[in-house]
């Protein structure tokens, strides 16, 4: 699935800048540069300014990590079944698993809240890089962070006085090349409103995700609420459930998480030696340890499912870009890259040397990216424990001086992240905390001071006991208490994850200024050289690497050849039937069981596009060149994960299910009538 | 532990040549070429043949997969305690866990039968290079590796009229370079006498696996026994309880189980670019797996704790071939070493290109890989069946016309193997086998030929569980009726594991096969090329890679510089108290801690020396040069996990449990008054 994959530390923003020959198809472009001349030279055809403004106001940023869109006059959001998963676990109990039987509401006021996430549609761009790089000019390592980050958190503070409906966000494009101000619109009360059963969405479960040809129902609708009543979007997109066309031009708008497509050879090979081998090692422990731990009762499978699903994605991730980084052919086409900026640019007097400047800089992070990647256990409870910490300590000091992440305008999504209800399984986070303590002891050996401090003289499955058996975290009041209480509150709590978070703060503090001054520092001002070599060399007809902010990628509908064999554009529904054999992950979904003889084989299932997408993108609107949606974004073909790195026309697909599958269901499998007609009114 | 990591698959032969630049105290040297010169040169001391003789002639292999010593006149042995942990494990009842609480026996008909091992002492070595060599001149392909294989079969069945007490076995060295006729005496009746409590031995458990400084007392003893009666061995080595000096010489008798030190260029890529990664992904989600099931009762974490141990304890390994493969410093000179022979060899006519021919040969392999791999389902159920349908089928043909391991020579011992009683735990062979049945199909693919021959329609976890609930090859008896009844007997079973068995056979053998075509019989030329081109360049004073066959390696007793630290050489017993904890895996011994006032504190504990080794030397013994036995060798530090590919002085550490910690936990700790009294016999 193109979710983002969970990040196995504090993620630092990879190296962005626009690939240099941009092949066919390539390109997660910002709506504020659009390369219509390009578009245009290829396929004759290329939208006009209504056309972009009414996709992008359609568009919708869920914060859980993927995109959405608008698809009615009410506040009606398509996206994934996957991207609402988390929303049905959350609401789903022992008696009502809506996980598993999917969730129809057949009524306005039977909509359901899905905890933490928010709705986010961009209003506006504006270009903040000069007022941002001229507030660390001269400067050097956390010195020029510092000045940055204030920088940024002063034009988000002056650019969104209203924080109840407007959010506002500066971004970072080209690893440091351009700085823009992104308006958004928010929508923080987002409700269910319907999901089809998780195996219909899952069917062929881990061992198909990221492969074609497909059979996957992954599609979902929510609905956006203000003031207890649905919203009037600007705009929305019309709702088209035909069969796509071989051949048809299509657009993917939506948030792609990140891609590290122009890291330099030294930033890769870290990637290669050391990221990727210890992520590999233990992500894949911990799949093993929740699938056993799940066998144990079926209470323990629903409550796992979830997680369990995110770390298989994630590895299958991490799994592709270990191959793609391990393919001499593949790299050595970005080794080729790399050598043409660095010829170009050797004539230009204001380019120093860059790449030098990243190669020390990764050699620092090297020595320092054990601890800082292991300082952090894992686990909700302890999750909530560090923000409420961290939080209540940054906002003792003014906004500018705060970390990225407390600022005034980031504060309002991690408050109701923070209080909002969610379940807690103490096994399961027991569990999570334990294995993440346990790497860090095996990583950094039993006899390191940051080892001994995680764990004392406890071991990893005593302290995580002691503390998910002893915090009060899991009671949504209790947080709220002490989000409001601040400081003092704090200070003054008795709660053991409380305490704990507090003990290991200073070290986290310590390190993260570290890597600020030894690697995210020179990182900074190196990719503003970088960035400029390029815009040099190639033009500005370039795209920066994805950033979870609003993109918007064209293609056409065409299948690819795998080992010989021509992949056909898509699949029909009748082909479930023949792909099943009665045993998980390739079972029936029960109403797709039952209502086999009224669900039309025909119908277009999944398909097949040459969209450069990436995790985030999951629930991105597949768009006609009429600006209607005829499918859902959810997934890339296995090629694709190389696409962190680089984009290959001629393997990489995205994978979308069709608005036709999804009407076929509406009408005949989970029947929603007034879905339909909501749909239909356009 | 230094045993021989948990082959993920049939292993090949890897290259084997020596290393070329030999450094200070490298080398596992075969007793026929004992660098006696080079020995001198550094030390100003060798061994005379006579010394040489007794050393060979007391040293044991197990063919469990570990190394020991005779160490007294009535059969005692001297190895580890994870070299006897399986048969602790296997002679383990709910009521009475002899893993967990050590066992002494009292008196010899108390020792217990240890099941599956064998003793085995070298006699004679003799070069049959010219016959074998001769035998596929002109040859290619899997018609080279069938004639090799027969004249290898001809060879030991000449060699050995007296299969009883005598075991012959062709040692391919040098891959290809050079075979050789090992002789041995065997002891197929091998006892348990003596070991420490698990926690003794596994003080710091994973975490401190492969470190130093360390606190193991991972010391035991066996006694072979023929005709119901402890053997008299033709020699056996003295017990010298006494502290090591810094310094000091010692040498290193055992068998180490592989190396892979002159893999080329293309060998190496493909261990860091396929091998390793899919190997670190799918150990790591194994050990969860067993991890979690474990937690649900005191009798799993009995019964999986074998089974963990071993692949945590591999994956330890892999984990550091990683590492080695994944530092430029590191690779860059075994890149340089190849360029230097290449170029030395560059104007030897008699040299073809053999780079160029195991370069294709990987190609190939790399086609082959992942079937290859994954069409052998994991679990001792399954293990039992393969073995039984396998020796039917090929005991059927000639002797010369068998695969390897199914001849005359090999049949004994896996007779041994397959009908010594040994305890077989369902719900582990279930997890085992369903673990790498779902590995095969997330590798191959669900559409896959070889993933469906594997699986049907079933999911990994039914078939496993259909297949386990329904054999009846937990009981030897039936496995005894089967191996008796031969081919007949297996085709007229019922038993759904042995058809199981039956259905994957074809496959399997027509993918060793293909394996043998392209890329083992390729090697085997490329590799008799590769090793004259070594002999031409350096001289025949070179070492092969390990074999599992007897090594003697010679260094010192030396700390190393760990990050600016000097590492001591020794650890003493009373250091154990200060590092407990408390918790596992740091929680003392319950006989420790019992006897803590009566334990000598200055008794040094484990010690470091520069011996060369590798994972099968563990319990090799320790010798100093009056050839007294001072340790047994049970570890390498973290660093010589490189070793597979390279040895390096500074770094690479050999690590020691001292006869004199072994003597005080006989006397104090676990007391064993006969047994020290059959020690000091001498």
Chains 1, 2 share one sequence.
Request: a negative charge; one cysteine or more; proline letters at 5%.
């Amino acid at each position: 699935m193109t979710r983002p994959v969970l990040a196995a530390s504090v993620a630092l923003a990879a190296f962005a800048a626009s690939a240099v020959p941009v092949q066919a198809d390539e390109g997660m472009w910002t709506f504020d540069n659009f390369p219509a001349d390009k578009l245009e030279a290829a396929y004759s055809w290329a939208p006009d300014a209504a056309w972009l403004e009414r996709t992008r106001l359609s568009a919708v940023r869920l914060t859980g990590g993927c995109s959405a869109s608008f698809v009615s006059g009410e506040g009606l959001i398509l996206t994934n079944h996957h991207c609402v998963a988390s929303c049905l676990f959350d609401n789903s109990t022992g008696d009502n698993d809506l996980l598993k039987n999917g969730f129809i509401a057949d009524r306005r006021e039977d909509e359901k809240a899905c905890p933490g996430q928010q709705a986010e549609v961009v209003m506006s761009i504006t270009d903040v890089t000069d007022t941002v790089k001229s507030a660390f000019a001269g400067l050097e390592g956390e010195a020029l962070t510092r000045a940055r980050d204030a920088a940024i958190a002063r034009i988000e503070d002056e650019g969104c006085t209203d924080r109840e409906t407007m959010r506002c966000q500066v971004v970072t494009l080209f690893g440091g090349g351009q700085y823009k101000l992104y308006t958004y619109r928010k929508y923080s009360d987002v409700r269910l409103v319907w999901a089809p059963e998780d195996r219909a969405a899952t069917f062929g479960g881990d061992p198909d995700n990221f492969n074609f040809p497909r059979y996957s129902l992954d599609g979902s609708f929510l609905r956006a609420y203000e003031d207890g009543r649905p919203v009037t979007p600007e705009a929305h997109l019309s709702w088209n459930p035909r069969a796509p066309e071989e051949g048809e031009l299509t657009f993917v708008v939506g948030n792609p998480g990140s891609t590290a497509r122009l890291m330099t050879e030294s930033q890769r090979a870290f990637e290669r030696e050391v990221r990727l081998p210890v992520t590999l090692a233990t992500l894949s422990e911990l799949r093993g340890r929740l699938i056993s731990a799940m066998e144990v009762s079926e209470e323990r499978e629903r409550e796992g499912l979830d997680l369990l699903s995110g770390v298989e994605n994630s590895l299958k991730v991490y799994i592709g870009r270990t191959t793609a980084l391990n393919d001499p052919e593949f790299t050595g086409k970005m080794a080729a890259a790399e050598a043409e900026l660095r010829e170009l640019s050797a004539d230009n007097a204001a380019i120093g040397d860059p790449w030098a400047e990243v190669d020390e800089a990764v050699q620092a992070y090297r020595a320092l990216y054990l601890p800082y990647r292991f300082i952090d256990p894992s686990g909700d409870l302890y999750g909530y424990a560090q923000a409420l910490v961290m939080a209540a300590q940054e906002r003792e000091k003014p906004n500018a001086e705060r970390l990225p992440g407390y600022t005034d305008s980031a504060l309002p999504l991690l408050e109701k992240r923070i209080t909002d209800e969610r379940p807690v399984y103490p096994w399961l986070d027991e569990l999570y905390m334990g294995w993440s303590l346990s790497k860090a002891r095996e990583y950094l050996g039993v006899d390191d001071a940051d080892s001994q401090l995680l764990l004392g003289k406890e071991s990893p499955e005593q302290l995580s006991e002691r503390l998910v058996t002893g915090t009060r975290l899991a009671d949504p009041d209790y947080r709220r208490q002490l989000w409001e209480g601040g400081i003092a509150a704090i200070e003054a709590s008795d709660d053991p994850m409380i305490q704990y978070a507090l003990t290991l703060l200073p070290r986290q503090r310590e390190l993260q200024q570290q890597v600020d001054e030894a690697y995210a520092g020179p990182l900074a001002a190196a990719g503003a050289e970088l960035a400029d070599a390029r815009f040099a060399a190639y033009g500005d007809s370039l795209y920066p690497d994805a950033t979870f902010t609003l993109r918007i990628s064209y293609g056409q509908v065409k299948g690819w050849v795998e080992r010989g064999n021509q992949v056909p554009i898509a699949t029909t529904m009748g082909g479930t039937f023949e792909r099943a054999t009665g045993n998980p992950p390739f079972d029936l979904a029960p109403a797709f069981a039952a209502n086999r003889d009224e669900i039309d084989p025909d119908v277009t299932y999944d398909f097949v596009t040459t969209n450069d997408i990436i995790g985030g993108n999951s629930g991105s609107p597949v768009i006609d060149r009429n600006g209607t949606v005829i499918g859902a974004a959810f997934d890339g073909n296995i090629h694709s994960l190389g696409g962190n790195y680089g984009y290959d026309g001629t393997l990489n697909r995205t994978v979308v299910v069709s608005a036709a599958a999804i009407q076929e269901a509406l009408e005949t499998i989970y029947p929603a009538p007034a879905l339909v007609a909501e749909l239909e009114a356009r």
